[in-house]
């Protein structure tokens, strides 16, 4: 069983004026096909630096990215636009609807930038407003949904191209903890039924504890790995490899 994602030594350094300011020290871990992976830290730690580096939105400073066999830290701008179209679904945390779409339009967005036609594209995104339970607010314009239909359009959103890895900065950032929860369990039954792999960044332990797998981050780096062993994936990946998924600990500074 080969990991999706390999992750070897992750530098990320920023540089303000003359300050340097090393947002990830060198971090190391593989993610399987199918995990539902929370990376959780503190705010600053360095979790949405570590997910716009997977997600080939931002550069590292030194460190090998390798996705589905392919080195994404050797990518130029065109090629990371091309791996992104074509492999990655995001959700924020603010939802990033166009506010003058409706639901719909805004789920069928990315079939567009494939060039997918109009009535292919409805119908793709109907099928995943459906999924998201929202399928009867298609023509609702984002400021006439509440925030957990707002994220559920996000979602369907972040599904409709098919994506290899969804990743998602904060996804319930922004709504209660009864809303959280559905939203949650929506993205757990994605990630199981439809053999996706989901890779979540939060600062919330609740919520990181709904993962199969937890990659703690401190000052940047990966201080902890925590197994929910009674997922079915990290069970398999346990049979299969012999032993959990690599994920190297170092003690921060
Ligand atoms: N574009 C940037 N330019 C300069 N410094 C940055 C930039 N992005 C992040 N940083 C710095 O890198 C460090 C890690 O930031 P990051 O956004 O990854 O943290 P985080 O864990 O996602 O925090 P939060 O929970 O608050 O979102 C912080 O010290 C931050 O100030
Ligand atoms: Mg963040």
């Not at 130029?76 to 492999?87: C, I, P, S, T, Y």
């Amino acid at each position: 069983m080969e990991p999706l994602i390999k992750v070897r030594d992750l530098y990320k350094i920023f540089n303000i004026g003359l300050n340097a300011v090393p947002a990830l020290n060198g971090v190391s871990f593989d993610i399987y096909k199918g995990e539902f992976i929370a990376i959780v830290g503190t705010s600053g730690s360095g979790k949405s630096t570590c997910l716009n580096m997977l997600a080939g939105l931002e550069a590292p400073s030194k460190g090998i990215i390798q996705i589905a066999n392919k080195r994404i830290d050797r990518m130029n701008e065109a090629q990371l636009v091309a791996f992104r179209r074509q492999n990655v679904g995001f959700i924020f945390q603010s939802y990033n609807l166009i506010p003058s779409m409706n639901a719909l339009e805004n789920v069928a967005m990315p079939l567009m930038f494939r060039g997918v036609d109009y009535k292919e594209r409805t119908k793709a995104a109907k099928h995943y407003m459906e999924l998201m339970g929202i399928g009867d607010q298609c023509l609702h314009m984002p400021n006439q949904m509440s925030g957990g239909q707002q994220q559920r359009v996000g979602i369907a959103r972040a599904l409709v191209i098919d994506p290899k890895i969804i990743f998602a900065d904060e996804p319930t950032g922004n709504l209660d903890s009864h809303t959280t929860d559905d939203v949650l369990t929506l993205m757990k039954k994605i990630v199981s039924e439809e053999h996706r792999t989901l890779i979540m960044v939060t600062h919330d332990p609740h919520i990181a504890s709904w993962a199969d797998r937890q990659i703690r981050v401190v000052d940047g780096h990966v201080v902890e790995t925590v197994i929910n062993n009674e997922s079915p994936i990290e069970m398999e990946i346990l049979k299969e490899n012999g032993e959990p998924p690599f994920c190297e600990v170092k003690k921060a500074d």
